[in-house]
């Protein structure tokens, strides 16, 4: 005879529930995600235009952490993004001082502001 838990199953179901996305959240996150690496990329590419003399091993991109929590957390949406971008914080790696800097890219691939700091 098999035993059945009825709590438990309830428990594991309430957690399912509040942990995983539902159908329509979990697309969105595909394409935020699809959208985030792109972006990226054109933010990548545009630091190695910039300092010919790196490899694009050295140069690192990364959206800041509160925008990350932003974006994890469901306040800005893919919406939110088609129409302010994003914005990427980004190093190379050299010898002597790392330049660094950001750059904001549009949903379309645009690069409307990179600073050097």
């Known amino acids: 005879m098999a035993r059945s838990f009825p709590l438990l199953s309830a428990a594991l179901f ?24 792109r972006l990226g990329r054109i933010c990548k590419n545009k630091v190695a235009e910039t300092y010919t003399d790196s ?10 952490a509160t925008l990350r929590q932003s974006i994890d957390s469901g306040e800005i949406t893919l919406a939110d993004i088609k129409k302010t971008g994003l914005s990427f ?23 409307d502001d990179f600073s050097v700091n």
């Open 55 to 64: 490899v694009m091993a050295d140069i690192t991109v990364a959206m800041g």
């Open 89 to 111: 914080d980004w190093k190379v790696k050299r010898k002597g001082p790392d330049p660094h800097g950001y750059c904001n890219v549009e949903y379309d691939g645009s690069i």
């Open 14 to 37: 309430a957690a399912a529930m509040v942990f995983l996305p539902s159908g329509a959240r979990a697309d969105d996150d595909a394409k935020i995600q699809a959208v985030t690496e």
